[in-house]
């Protein structure tokens, strides 16, 4: 059974930054992606990587201030994220996919539970 594992989240105030980690036990992914959801709102997409970390996707609301990265060598990637804003504030999610290079939720097979990043004003 596939486990997504993900840390970093915490409490911050705005300009501030966090380092997101998310493992997936025992496998590798074509794909992982990280998505956001704010109370009342749908999950969306904030970054994606492929299984070599040469391609990189990045939603436009959070470009220039998130990086999404891996280290095979440990099975884990990161999203940090600078210059954060009180609209960052959200539930993220790591997500995995089989498939390459995709940013859709309905494209992804493995969730995580979701890591919680509050970023005051």
């Known amino acids: 059974q596939v486990q997504l594992v993900e840390s970093g989240g915490g409490l911050v105030q705005a300009g501030g930054s966090l380092r997101l980690s998310c493992s997936p036990s025992?496998?590798?992914?074509?794909?992982m992606g990280w998505f956001r959801q704010a109370p009342g709102n749908e999950r969306v997409f904030v970054a994606a990587?492929?299984?070599?970390?040469?391609?990189?996707s990045h939603a436009d609301s959070v470009k220039g201030r998130f990086t999404i990265s891996r280290d095979n060598s440990k099975n884990t990637v990161y999203l940090q994220m600078n210059s954060l804003k009180p609209e960052d504030t959200a539930l993220y999610y790591c997500?995995?996919?089989?498939?390459?290079?995709?940013?859709?939720?309905?494209?992804?097979?493995?969730w995580g539970q979701g890591t919680q990043v509050t970023v005051s004003a």
């Open positions: 997500a995995a996919s089989h498939y390459p290079q995709v940013t859709r939720a309905y494209e992804y097979d493995y």
């Open positions: 990587i492929n299984w070599s970390g040469g391609i990189k």
């Open positions: 025992g496998r590798t992914f074509s794909s």
